[in-house]
C-alpha cells in the first residue's frame, strides 16, 4: 500500500524527493545541501508529501495540486487535459522532465505498480536506500546512481 501523502498529482513522486528525504533522515549536512540548493533557511526544509498538510514552502500553492483537487483526481495521471498550462509552466525544467516522463508511466500502470516501479529504480544497488531524483550519488552511502534508473 503507497502513502498517498507523497503522491504528488504532477508526477514528482515524493518518496524521491530531496526535500523530504532531507526532512525524514534528519541529517544536517543533507538539510544544509538542500537548503543552499533552494536558496532558503535549514529550519524551511520541512516536508511530509505533496498531499500532507505539512508541505515546503514553495509546495504549499500549487496550482497543479488545486486542480487535480479540485476535479476529484489523484493527479494529472487521470486527467485527460494532460500535458495542461499548469504542468507546460512549471518553473524547473528538470522536473518538467521528469514529469512529462512519469505521468504517462503513471497512467499506464496505475499508482500501486508506479511508485513500486520508481522506488525500484531509485533504490541504491549497495545499501538499498532511496536515490534522491536527479542525484548523482546515494546520500547515504556515497555509491553512483544508475543514469537508467536515475
Known sequence: MINRELLAPCGLYCGICAIRLAW???DPALKQKVA?????????IVCDGCMSPRRFVFCQACAIRDCAQSK?????AACAEFPCSRIE???VPAGLAFIRQEVPRWRELGAEAWVADLERRHACPSCGGLIMR???RCHACGVEASPAGV
Open 24 to 26: 525524514v533522515s534528519d
Open 36 to 44: 543552499k540548493l533552494y536558496g532558503v533557511e535549514e529550519e524551511q
Open 72 to 76: 476529484g483526481l489523484d493527479g494529472c
Open 89 to 91: 509552466r512549471f518553473p
Open 134 to 136: 536527479g542525484a548523482r
